[in-house]
């Protein structure tokens, strides 16, 4: 099987491709960005794709929540990685020589103590081992911890640099076909309204409550159709399948809410 990931090699979604091991993988394809990672998959029904969702400092990969909801793909797995980064610079570079950063803009947000502590201006690249392309005398890179073992032209200047020490992101498991494990212990779900109203939220938190579902992960993201319409996603910590579930899906429809299920897996963490 073939599993699509955000390339290059090195990124933290290359060692989350290589840390999944639910599915025999043979071949990893890196893409250039999360759009081609989940396009890639969506059109290539009998493989697999890996992308982040949620980290545990700056909170949701908004372009993968949209992506869910905009194409034809389905969440089948579940896998977390620490993450964890350095300051590469060339050899010979010291600390006090460095006046710009660069990395992709997650990395960037998630060492930004870091940054405003030692007065770096910062930009931007595609991923985040491409950024040690863009290394000079005065500028060095953050990028996933340990990559100097690997490459001789670089040196780490500093460790462990981001700005709370248990960072953490979420990676979802996409496929193009819709796959239900037997025994799921996770479900995701999509909530529309049919309209603004009055306790849309609670509504939906309330159906919920009511059969003791808890729900690990909740976020609202835009329509896109006018200001102040958006769409739920929820996570609870069961099955699609149970019966409870199943109840708070005929509320939620009976209270006008379109819901989708766009996962029920047993999580692989």
Sequence with gaps: MKLYYLGPKGTFSHMAALNYSATTIDEYIPKSNLYEVVKAV?????????????????????????????????????????????????????LEDIKEVVSIAPA????????????????????????????????????????????????????HIEDYPHNTTRFLVLSAE??????ATDSILLI??????????????????????????IESRPLKTQLGMYHFFVQADCSAEEIEMKKVI????????????????????
């Excluded at 819709?178 to 025994?183: I, L, Q, R, S």
């Excluded at 849309?200 to 992960?217: D, G, H, Q, T």
């Excluded at 209270?255 to 963490?269: A, E, P, Q, R």
């Design 42 to 94: 969506e059109s290539d029904p009998k493989n697999i794709a890996i992308a982040p969702i949620e980290n545990s400092i700056e909170g949701t990969i908004n372009i993968i929540a949209d992506a869910l909801t905009a194409q034809t793909v389905h969440v089948i797995d579940e896998l977390h990685l620490d993450i964890s980064f350095s300051l590469y610079a060339h050899k010979g570079t010291r």
């Design 108 to 159: 960037v947000n998630q060492t930004s103590k870091f940054i405003k502590e030692h007065n770096f201006t910062y930009r931007y690249s595609d991923s985040t081992v491409q950024s040690l392309e863009e290394i000079d005398a005065h500028t060095a890179a953050i990028a996933p911890i340990g990559l100097e073992e690997t490459n001789s032209d670089v040196i780490a200047l500093q460790q």
């Design 178 to 183: 819709e796959k239900y494990a037997e025994k």
């Design 192 to 217: 529309t309204p049919d309209e603004d109203k009055p306790g849309l939220l609670a509504s939906i938190l309330n159906a919920f409550a009511l059969f003791n579902i808890n729900l690990s992960w």
């Design 250 to 269: 005929t509320i939620l429809k009976t209270l006008d809410f379109n819901v989708k299920v766009l996962g029920n897996f047993n999580k692989n963490i």
